[in-house]
């Protein structure tokens, strides 16, 4: 099992433009879960998805912010207008059952400049 | 505010010394589990201890649940170099999904 793949693994771009990142969760989890974090603000739930349905996106920041999960081995997330205070490392996880335990990817390290 | 708080924040000891860490949270739960973060890495599960255990061991880990004190503590016996990260735990007070807190940094000097 390759774990939780993500990518890139950093991201360097310039405010105002598009930036996806990539997550391939474990095959046969059913829930996978965006995570944000920063040293201001910690480890931020973004949104999470059970069975490629979207279920909470409360943590979503802004409009510019989107997540999709087209089928079960493959979601992204997207901001277009990138700013710089969306710099952060960025982590996808899975789980089989919301609660139990999670495996993380090594994260996106984005910079917005 | 936060379901799942450590204490302390930040941890320095050395080498072969043991470190527990502390969580406190608010309300009822299923679960607990532990997860460790090396600077730069994913979080990584360590441990999961459920709400009708009082104790759970892996390893150089020990793990106590205290649920009449809605609280927990993980021990590192022996501590290594290695051991430096940060270690989170979580809660299922939520129901559908974990609840992190803010995580305790562990350093161990050589």
């Known amino acids: 099992d390759a774990g939780v793949i993500q990518s890139p693994r950093h991201e360097v771009t310039e405010m105002g433009q598009e930036v996806t990142l990539r997550c391939k969760p474990i095959?046969?989890?059913?829930?996978l879960f965006w995570y944000r974090q920063t040293m201001m603000r910690g480890l931020e739930l973004l949104i999470y998805f059970n069975n490629n349905v979207p279920i909470d996106d409360s943590g979503m920041p802004e409009d510019r912010f989107s997540a999709k999960m087209p089928n079960a081995s493959f979601s992204t997330l997207k901001i277009q207008p990138s700013e710089p205070r969306d710099s952060a490392v960025y982590f996808c996880?899975?789980?089989?059952?919301?609660?139990?335990?999670?495996?993380f990817g090594s994260g996106t390290r984005l910079t917005v400049v | 505010s936060q379901q799942g708080e450590e204490d302390p924040q930040a941890l320095s000891i050395q080498e072969g010394e043991n470190a527990t860490m502390n969580c406190s949270y608010k309300t009822s739960i299923n679960n607990l589990q532990w997860y460790r973060q090396n600077s730069g890495r994913g979080l990584v599960h360590l441990i999961l201890?459920?709400?009708?255990?009082r104790e759970k061991h892996s390893g150089r880990l020990r793990v106590t649940l205290d649920t009449s004190k809605k609280s927990s503590s993980l021990l590192i016996t022996a501590s290594r170099a290695a051991d430096t990260a940060s270690y989170f735990c979580?809660?299922?007070?939520?129901?559908?999904?974990?609840?992190f807190g803010e995580g305790t940094q562990l350093t161990v000097n050589p």
């Open positions: 095959s046969g989890h059913d829930y």
């Open positions: 979580a809660t299922d007070a939520s129901g559908s999904r974990l609840t």
């Open positions: 201890i459920r709400s009708n255990e």
């Open positions: 996880a899975s789980s089989l059952l919301g609660v139990s335990r999670y495996t």
